[in-house]
């Protein structure tokens, strides 16, 4: 559904896109995770035609986002970063202005029916600009979906969303994702986590990494750490400890307490209970800190972290420019 | 085309959304009423009758200093409020969005001078034996196809600029231009002066419209002029995704 090869995006010097290469299948939900700043929204606006790429090519529902944008901009639904909107139209009015523009045959029902889908009905006359941000957020939702588009596209849909809106439009979304495509951006990796059922991770318009949030825990990931408790000051353990295999590292850090790491891989715990019991300590506690998406993120963008938030306002006002 | 209806539509019901529309119609009205009523004094101080063209009195200055904002919004609101983006990522062509915006602000401003009609009508009944309606056809036909071009020109600049007050300033100062550009070469010979005078806006307009003369040199002026400032809208438009 959508296939993009070697695409690259310049503004001047700067390259915000750097030789992307990536695909998502039909009833498909792909996280693109990144720092601010990393070639995200770029790649979202030449997905939906809003801007070429300067190198390499985009094929979204079948057509090239250059050469055929119309057909491309007819199959895409696409919620723009900040959800722009009209404020001195009423939800009711905007929803069916564009689905004017989209030739949508008995417009009103298809309104009535999106409105309904995105829980924004009982405020179907209220003027836009007088809607939260919550249900700003649905409103563009609404019409990303009035086409029934083959492909959705969401900048960080979930911006400013309070707890249980989130709730909502993740369940909207996997309901979508079961037959069409969807990509979405976010920098929440949670979010990213629970919905998608692929991440990619950029940065500095370049994939880091590209997996299912699973396999990303346990590959990249798999070292964690093991808190360990034992009754009494545990004297003696720390050897018996360090003699074990597939150990990164022990140390003790108080009186019969320990923290363990571990290498990628099998699991450490069970010969590590294994050898507290044999040694003749009593067993307290044994617990594994797992590491989130956050961690594996901060650890792929560790080194770039200090020069992007420099770069981040820059990078900022540059994109919003165009 | 059916795209381009449709933004005239939303455009064209969005002027009666905001004050902006109401405060330029009600301005035009007062000063034109004022001035009518002068006219009618005058005439009646000298015992002849009022000219035909009075109805539309001082109408073309206050186009030229007030239908900047009618313009100026077009496109800079919606480059600054990012729904543009929504606009050029919907499956509509960038000419169908720039003619959309120019028929929604043409259409208003033709409203506002349709409104001078009540004056037309006030004068027939003062005159004897009525106006002469042809001369006065082909007065208002002049004003809408000049009306048209500085429409046209306010789009344009419209789309220059993501500040409205920058779009205005610029569109007024612009068609200011276009109006006394021949002042420094008027009776001045060679081909630069003529070339010059052939693009002041209004000789084209008073030289024949306003006596009632129906020309098709300066219709096609007009009419080119137009076309040629919303070709540039549309490049302007389409040039966004190319930077």
């Not at chain 1, 495509?181 to 994939?207: D, P, Y």
């Not at chain 2, 500085?150 to 419209?158: C, N, Q």
Request: proline share 4%.
């Amino acid at each position: 559904m959508i296939q993009v090869e070697n695409l690259t995006k310049r503004y001047g010097e700067r390259v915000a896109v750097n030789n992307l290469t990536f695909h998502a299948n039909k009833g498909e939900i792909v996280g693109f995770l990144g720092p601010n700043g990393a070639g995200k929204t770029t790649t979202m606006r030449i997905l939906t035609g809003y801007m070429p790429p300067n190198e390499g090519k985009a094929i979204v529902a079948g057509f090239d986002t250059l050469t055929e944008s119309l057909e491309v901009r007819q199959r895409v639904g696409y919620l723009p970063e900040n959800v722009p909107l009209y404020p001195e139209m009423t939800v009711v009015q905007y929803l069916d202005f564009m689905a004017e523009l989209r030739h949508l045959p008995k417009r009103e029902d298809r309104v009535d029916e999106v409105m309904e889908l995105v829980h924004i009905a009982e405020r179907a006359d209220s003027y836009i600009g007088n809607l939260s941000k919550g249900l700003r957020q649905r409103v563009g939702l609404a019409q990303a979906l009035l086409h029934k588009p083959e492909v959705l596209i969401m900048d960080e849909p979930m911006d400013g969303l309070d707890p249980q809106q989130q709730l909502a439009v993740k369940q909207l979304i996997r309901d979508i994702g079961k037959d069409q495509t969807v990509m979405l951006s976010t920098h929440i990796l949670a979010h990213a986590q629970e919905l998608c059922h692929r991440v990619i991770i950029i940065n500095k318009g370049q994939i880091v990494v590209e997996d299912s949030p699973e396999r990303l825990n346990s590959q990249i990931a798999g070292g964690g750490r093991i808190h360990l408790t034992v009754e009494g000051d545990g004297t003696g353990l720390l050897e018996n400890l360090q003699a074990l295999p597939g150990l990164a590292g022990v140390r003790a850090v108080t009186d019969g307490q320990f923290l363990i790491e571990t290498l990628p891989g099998a699991d450490a715990r069970p010969a590590i209970a294994r050898a507290v019991i044999s040694g003749g300590w009593n067993l307290l506690e044994l617990q594994r800190e797992k590491a989130s998406l956050e961690e594996i993120f901060l650890q792929l963008t560790k080194e770039e972290i200090a020069q992007q938030t420099e770069q981040a306002d820059d990078d900022d006002t540059a994109e919003q420019e165009t | 085309m059916r795209n381009l209806w449709t933004i005239a539509k939303r455009e064209f019901n969005m002027y009666f959304a905001s004050p902006i529309a109401y405060v330029v119609a009600f301005a035009f009205l007062l000063i034109l009423g004022y001035f009518f009523v002068g006219e009618l004094v005058q005439a009646a101080q000298f015992g002849g009758p009022p000219q035909a063209t009075s109805s539309l009195g001082l109408f073309v200055t206050l186009v030229l200093f007030m239908s900047p904002a009618i313009t100026m919004r077009l496109f800079s609101e919606e480059q600054r409020s990012g729904t543009l983006e929504l606009l050029l990522t919907a499956p509509i062509r960038e000419w169908e969005l720039v003619f959309g915006k120019w028929l929604a602000a043409f259409g208003f401003l033709a409203l506002i001078l349709f409104s001078t009609g009540i004056y037309v009508l006030i004068l027939n009944q003062y005159t004897s034996p009525g106006l002469d309606f042809g001369e006065l056809l082909a007065a208002y036909v002049g004003m809408l196809v000049m009306m048209g071009s500085l429409m046209a020109l306010g789009v344009f600049v419209s789309s220059l600029f993501s500040n409205q007050i920058a779009a205005f300033f610029v569109t007024m100062a612009a068609q200011l231009i276009l109006w006394i550009v021949g002042f420094l070469t008027q009776n001045q010979p060679g081909p630069w002066a003529e070339f010059i005078n052939y693009l002041v806006f209004s000789n084209h307009y008073y030289d024949n419209f306003h006596r009632g003369k129906f020309d098709l040199t300066d219709f096609t002026y007009f009419v080119s002029l137009s076309a040629l400032f919303l070709f540039l809208a549309t490049r302007m438009v389409e040039s966004r995704r190319w930077r």
